[in-house]
Structure formats: C-alpha cells, structure tokens
C-alpha cells in the first residue's frame, strides 16, 4: 500500500515537474528573442540618432561657413559631390 502511494507521488511529481521544465523550454526562445529584436531596435534608433546629429552638425557647419556644395544624386540616392561655392562666390571643382 505504502509503495503504491510512493510510486504514484514520485510519478506525480515527476510530470509536474517535467511540464514546468518543458513550458520553461518553450517560452525561453521567444523571450529571448523578443530581446534580441529590443536590442537590434535600440542599436537602430541610436544609429538614427548618430546620423541625424552628424548631419545638423555639418548642416550648422555648411550655414555658418557660407559653404554651398554642388553635385548630384545617383539612382541609389547616394549624394556625389563635384564642387562647392566659397563665401565669396568662387566655385571649386573636386578633381
């Protein structure tokens, strides 16, 4: 009778305990990748904001130098400078 009861918790206790391990085992890949995905968009959002303070920092520049660039933009958007307008009107080529 003893053993039977044994035998019956030991097995109760072992499912338990394997479901909980087993829904751990599930749900720790989604977790860790939803803070992969966290971390991407942070690592994102602060190259965005690296870019944006390069480019007003040379915007602040370009204005308070009277520096106007001339040069065109390729299919891909990308921006190829020829030249650029000095303060006093003169035009440099990039050569």
């Given at each position: 009778m003893?053993?039977?009861f044994l035998k019956?918790?030991v097995l ?7 479901s909980?391990?087993?829904i751990?085992?599930?749900t720790s890949?989604?977790?860790?990748a939803q ?5 991407w ?7 965005e904001?690296r ?12 204005r308070r130098h009277?520096y106007?660039?001339?040069g065109?933009?390729d ?5 190829h400078?020829?030249?650029y307008?000095?303060?006093?009107g ?6």
């Open positions: 003893k053993m039977n019956k918790a109760s206790l072992g499912l338990s305990a394997l909980i391990v087993s751990g085992a599930l890949p989604t977790v860790k803070d992969r995905d966290d971390r968009e942070r690592h994102d959002r602060r190259v904001r870019m944006e303070r390069r480019w007003d920092r040379d915007d602040r520049w370009m009277n106007r660039m001339t065109y933009y299919g891909l958007g990308r921006f400078p020829t030249g307008y000095d303060r006093f003169y035009f440099h080529p990039y050569y």
